[in-house]
Every structure is written in structure tokens, then in C-alpha cells.
């Protein structure tokens, strides 16, 4: 039996597994519907994940490494897997100066052309509000490494109220629309958000861990305790 650390520090046995120093890579969606601001900041959510995984990886002594994108990489929020804890924090810096924005998420492909060929823990934080074509070519081309996907809602988009008029804003046009909200619509909305989730669900545990779906906000101890049962 051996000890493994999971990328917040807590250790767990795992039997016949060695601990050796691991490549970890951070993939950020930086696409426009990051940029989302409900109950929470998504974007800050993301960022303050990133630098969470950063400073445990560090800490673990594996080597960190981090890739933004929106239609393509971010040479700015691009980091090569590194020990430096200086090094990986800056990168972090870096990214949360960004600002999401852009008609797509597909730079994901080139994160994971990026990665090369030899076997890294990735994790993959995202909304996925993506096509679905996009999702599929994304596990794909990602399905030589052990991939953690960290999904991102809101609960304002997952259970918005039964009553009341929502401004809507398409992230990647603009393009404002009021919405009545009522008992009905508030069904089918929820309805449409599970089915989203299952489809991401069934998507990703073909070629990936299943997704770990973070509401609004997150804890290190339980996110630590889901990693570590995927």
C-alpha cells in the first residue's frame, strides 16, 4: 500500500500506487459566457480554482502548468508545467487579468494539441455551455490524460424563480431579451438544465472522469473527497 495526495494536499492510501511527481494542467475556459455574473462571479470562481490547484500541486511537489482559451490559446494566460510556485501563482495572476470574451470555446482543442503526448492529470474548468459537437471533439482529443472536468453553475441559472421578468443576454451576440418567468417555463428551464447535465455527464465518462458540477461556490475539503472518488 502506498499514499497518494490528491491536489489539495489531503492524503489518502491507495494500494500499489507509487506517488511520484506528476504533470498537472489547469485548461480555463475564457469564452464569453464566463463572464456570467449571477448568485457569484464565474469567472472568479475559475480563477480562484486555478490558484487553489496551483498552490497544491506546488505543494505536492508535481509541477503545474496552466492553458487559457476562447477561439484559440492565450499566449498571456499560458503557462508550461513548472515546480516554481512563483512561477505557477503569477500564471494565475495573469489569468484572472483576462476577461472573458469571444464567440467560442474551441481554443480547447488547441490546449489539448498543447499538451503533448505523455499522460497528465488535466482539469478542465468550464460552464460547457458549448455545442455539443464541441464537447465530443473536446473528450476526445483530451482522452490520452486523466482528465477532470470542474463544471461551473449558477443558481440562478439552475433554479431561476417561479415568477418574475429575467434580462437574458446571449454572451457570445449581445443580444439582450426579456423573459416572463412563470411556474411552467420555470419547469421546463430546470428540466432543459438536467438534461444538459446528463448529456455532459455521458459525453465525458466515455473518455474522462465524470464532471464534478461546482454551484456557485466552492470548498477544498469536499471538492478534495469528490476528486478523490472519481
Known amino acids: 500500500r502506498a499514499t497518494l495526495r490528491d491536489p489539495f494536499g489531503e492524503t489518502y492510501v491507495r494500494r500499489f500506487e507509487q506517488r511520484a511527481a506528476i504533470d498537472v494542467y489547469v485548461l480555463v475556459d475564457l469564452s464569453a459566457s464566463m463572464g456570467f455574473a449571477g448568485a457569484v462571479n464565474r469567472f472568479q470562481v475559475a480563477v480562484d480554482l486555478c490558484g487553489a490547484l496551483a498552490y497544491s500541486a506546488t505543494r505536492n511537489g508535481d509541477r503545474f502548468g496552466v492553458f487559457g482559451f476562447k477561439e484559440a490559446l492565450i499566449d498571456r494566460a499560458t503557462l ?19 476577461t472573458p470574451g469571444g464567440s ?22 468550464s460552464d460547457f455551455r458549448w455545442p455539443a459537437q464541441l464537447i465530443d471533439q473536446a473528450f476526445e482529443a483530451l482522452s490520452l490524460h486523466d482528465v477532470a472536468p470542474l463544471v461551473l453553475i449558477d443558481l440562478l441559472e439552475a433554479a431561476p424563480p417561479k415568477w418574475g421578468v429575467l434580462e437574458l443576454c ?12 412563470r411556474p411552467a417555463l420555470q419547469r421546463r428551464w430546470v428540466e432543459a438544465e438536467q438534461f444538459r447535465r446528463r448529456s455532459l455527464a455521458s459525453a465525458s465518462s466515455r473518455r474522462s472522469r465524470a464532471p464534478i458540477f461546482i454551484q456557485d461556490s466552492f470548498d477544498a475539503n469536499d471538492l478534495s473527497m469528490r476528486l478523490t472518488a472519481a
Open 80 to 98: 508550461p508545467a513548472t515546480r516554481s510556485r512563483r512561477a505557477a501563482l503569477a500564471a494565475v495572476e495573469r489569468l484572472g487579468a483576462e
Open 104 to 125: 467560442s470555446a474551441k481554443g480547447v482543442l488547441d490546449a489539448a494539441a498543447a499538451l503533448g503526448a505523455t499522460r497528465k492529470l488535466v482539469f478542465l474548468i
Open 170 to 181: 446571449d454572451s457570445e451576440s449581445g443580444r439582450r431579451q426579456l423573459l416572463l418567468m
